[in-house]
């Protein structure tokens, strides 16, 4: 019965942090401002410190992003010094997308107006108006430059409905249609 009642909690305890990712968040003591999405939020996503965490505003954390508060690795001095912790915080600006899978170290702190790319490793400080990627996360080029190139390449059918979107997705691709999803002559 203990197993069927530990199941059913933790079905219910992912329904409702699906449902309210945000509110989740704040419960564990994550600072969130205003207007951030948080996607496909875990259980474990914001680590055993969440009231270290900081996001300002208008953030969005993707899929398998982790946010480590602290340095697991004092375990190795846990016989000796069976009291000790070594924490740190981890601040992200306003205006952020943290791409898929990417790992935040103790200490991170991410400025204003910048991309995290997928798959980084953050550690230290990431100064504002960048694009960061790799392992460890490194500034790539300046936000700018990437807007300039995404919206070379972008199509503009965000707000069309889903089926009308995917036709001009593959026309798109296709060479047939431009970025308003006007024929190409």
């Not at 197993?3 to 945000?22: E, K, W």
């Not at 915080?89 to 400025?111: D, E, K």
């Not at 936000?143 to 972008?154: K, P, Q, T, V």
């Amino acid at each position: 019965m203990g197993l069927l009642r530990r199941a059913f909690a933790a079905v219910h305890d992912n329904v409702a942090i699906a449902r309210d990712p945000v509110g989740h968040a704040r419960r564990l003591g994550v600072r969130v401002g205003a207007d951030c999405r948080l996607l496909a939020v875990t259980r474990g996503t914001f680590g055993s410190e969440p009231y270290l965490i900081s996001l300002g505003d208008h953030v969005t954390i993707t899929a398998g992003v982790r946010f480590i508060t602290h340095d697991g690795g004092l375990w190795t001095l846990r016989d000796r010094y069976p009291e000790a912790d070594l924490v740190d915080r981890i601040s992200i600006g306003s205006n952020v997308f943290v791409g898929t899978g990417a790992t935040l170290l103790p200490g991170s702190r991410i400025g204003d107006d910048v991309v995290i790319g997928a798959g980084a490793i953050v550690t230290g400080t990431i100064p504002s108006g960048c694009v960061a990627a790799g392992v460890p996360a490194r500034p790539i080029r300046p936000i700018a430059e990437y807007h300039e190139r995404a919206l070379a390449r972008a199509i503009h059918v965000r707000n069309r409905p889903a089926a009308e979107k995917r036709a001009l997705f593959e026309a798109f691709l296709d060479g047939t249609v431009d970025g308003q999803g006007r024929p190409v002559r």
